[in-house]
């Protein structure tokens, strides 16, 4: 029966219906790809929400309710432009650049930013914690630190983690290049091998990376050494030039693997 319907509607349908398809695919994935651990999130639910309890309001004859909710999403398209305004101009500004390569630039400047800071702060003896996004969202930890929204320096790193300053007891994220929220709490590891002599900022920095992807660069406040964190393992004792080896290894190993997955696509 189903092979007879296929047999039926398979002359109907046109190269350009594919294409349609395929075009339409490609922009939803996109749009899900840049609002992935954002607010923009939270914030398409709570508006699915609305759009439900509406139908819902039809359904169970509420007129009120549903007259109110009518009222709202009759201006739906402007509704969308105000609430996801941030998110249209930052997709609009990705739209006019090269794809791909201006996230790998941003980020592989950021790295060199973050080793001379973590060189600064270690002889400083200052204490540090910065968590670079790579595949998994870091969205949830945002809500609990301060927005930055700002490039990666040095300057700025060692501004924020400077003892006198209210935000250096917690995280920097770095995300796509770019120092998104500082002050951030992250969760602590559980892991009962870890040593005893690693303090809260380091049982931070390993737990980041336990339940993401992500790297963290840790720099102690008591010794001044640096450690990197990645998938739930430390290593410690770094110095500048050996900590900038590894975060371009990672990163420039993961550009690799997604080149790699996009040829295979293709």
């Given at each position: 029966?189903?092979?007879?319907?296929?047999?039926?509607?398979?002359?109907?349908?046109?190269?350009?219906?594919?294409?349609?398809?395929?075009?339409?695919?490609?922009?939803?994935?996109?749009?899900?790809?840049?609002?992935?651990?954002?607010?923009?999130?939270h914030?398409a639910?709570?508006?699915?929400?609305?759009?439900?309890?509406?139908?819902?309001?039809?359904?169970?004859?509420?007129?009120?309710?549903?007259?109110?909710?009518?009222?709202?999403?009759?201006?739906?398209?402007?509704?969308?432009?105000?609430?996801?305004?941030?998110?249209?101009?930052?997709?609009?500004?990705?739209?006019?650049?090269?794809?791909?390569?201006?996230?790998?630039?941003?980020?592989f400047?950021?790295?060199?930013?973050?080793?001379?800071?973590?060189?600064?702060?270690?002889?400083?003896?200052?204490?540090?914690?910065i968590?670079?996004?790579?595949?998994?969202?870091?969205?949830?930890?945002?809500?609990?630190?301060?927005?930055?929204?700002?490039?990666?320096?040095?300057?700025?790193?060692?501004?924020?983690?400077?003892?006198?300053?209210?935000?250096?007891?917690?995280?920097?994220?770095?995300?796509?290049?770019?120092?998104?929220?500082?002050?951030?709490?992250?969760?602590?590891?559980?892991?009962?091998?870890?040593?005893?002599?690693?303090?809260?900022?380091?049982?931070a920095?390993?737990?980041?990376?336990?339940?993401?992807?992500?790297?963290?660069?840790i720099?102690?406040?008591?010794?001044?050494?640096?450690?990197?964190?990645?998938?739930?393992?430390?290593?410690?004792?770094?110095?500048p030039?050996?900590?900038?080896?590894?975060?371009?290894?990672?990163?420039?190993?993961?550009?690799?693997?997604?080149?790699?997955?996009?040829?295979?696509?293709?």
């Amino acid at each position: 029966m189903i092979v007879q319907t296929l047999e039926q509607y398979l002359p109907l349908i046109r190269w350009q219906d594919v294409v349609d398809i395929l075009v339409v695919a490609y922009i939803i994935y996109r749009v899900v790809l840049l609002v992935r651990g954002t607010r923009a999130v939270h914030m398409a639910a709570g508006l699915a929400v609305i759009i439900l309890v509406y139908f819902i309001a039809r359904y169970l004859e509420l007129y009120t309710l549903h007259w109110l909710l009518g009222t709202v999403l009759s201006s739906l398209f402007l509704l969308i432009i105000i609430v996801f305004q941030d998110d249209i101009r930052r997709v609009l500004t990705q739209m006019g650049q090269p794809p791909f390569l201006k996230y790998r630039v941003k980020t592989f400047q950021a790295l060199e930013e973050i080793a001379k800071a973590a060189s600064t702060l270690s002889q400083s003896k200052t204490g540090a914690l910065i968590v670079l996004e790579r595949d998994v969202g870091l969205g949830d930890y945002l809500e609990t630190g301060v927005g930055i929204h700002a490039s990666v320096t040095q300057m700025l790193l060692c501004t924020i983690f400077a003892k006198c300053t209210p935000l250096h007891d917690g995280a920097v994220i770095i995300q796509k290049g770019r120092l998104t929220a500082a002050g951030v709490v992250l969760p602590l590891s559980t892991n009962p091998n870890i040593s005893k002599r690693l303090g809260t900022r380091h049982r931070a920095g390993i737990g980041i990376t336990e339940q993401t992807d992500a790297v963290s660069v840790i720099v102690s406040e008591e010794t001044g050494t640096i450690s990197v964190a990645i998938a739930g393992r430390i290593t410690r004792d770094l110095d500048p030039g050996t900590l900038r080896r590894i975060l371009h290894n990672t990163f420039a190993t993961e550009e690799s693997e997604k080149r790699w997955w996009r040829r295979r696509i293709a």
